[in-house]
């Protein structure tokens, strides 16, 4: 008797949720580039280059996210560029007067902030296997 193993259906759900928000972060990084710019630390060189690849990599990650031979590849590259984009949002709210959102609320921009944690678990977690090895 073959058994047939069974999605997680919410995992699933999930990674495609993931993807959308990645690749609707990637299109923004184009389409917005100058406020991804003005949170960016003063130390990083080429800042709009810098935005351009870290959308390029997004939009890279979301498609490869949603084929399952490079899913679990994407999800470490999204969780690497949760990671190096951290600094950027820190930087946002300690100093969001030289951002292109100068009023926006330290409640906010600190939840953001946090919020990131929340980032960096989803996309491990779809770096796991889907299914449990069998014994």
């Known amino acids: 008797m073959v058994t047939r193993k069974r999605k997680n259906p919410l995992k ?6 993931l993807a959308l928000a990645v690749g609707g972060a990637g299109v ?11 949170i960016m630390p003063d130390a990083l060189p080429w800042h ?3 935005v351009y ?3 390029v990599f997004e939009l890279l990650g979301a498609i490869g996210l949603l084929i399952p031979r490079t899913r679990r590849a994407a ?10 984009v951290y600094p950027a949002n820190i930087h946002h709210a ?3 007067e030289t951002s292109a ?3 926006a609320s330290p409640w906010v921009l600190w939840t953001r902030v946090g919020f990131q944690f929340v980032l960096f678990a989803w996309a491990w977690w779809m770096t796991r296997p889907d ?5």
């Open 12 to 17: 699933s759900a999930l990674r495609v949720l």
């Open 28 to 38: 923004a990084h184009f389409v917005s580039p100058a406020f991804f710019v003005s």
């Open 48 to 50: 709009l280059e810098l």
């Open 53 to 55: 690849l870290s959308g």
């Open 75 to 84: 999800a470490w590259g999204v969780l690497a560029l949760f990671i190096a």
């Open 94 to 96: 300690l100093h969001p």
């Open 101 to 103: 959102t100068p009023d």
């Open 131 to 135: 299914e449990p090895k069998e014994a």
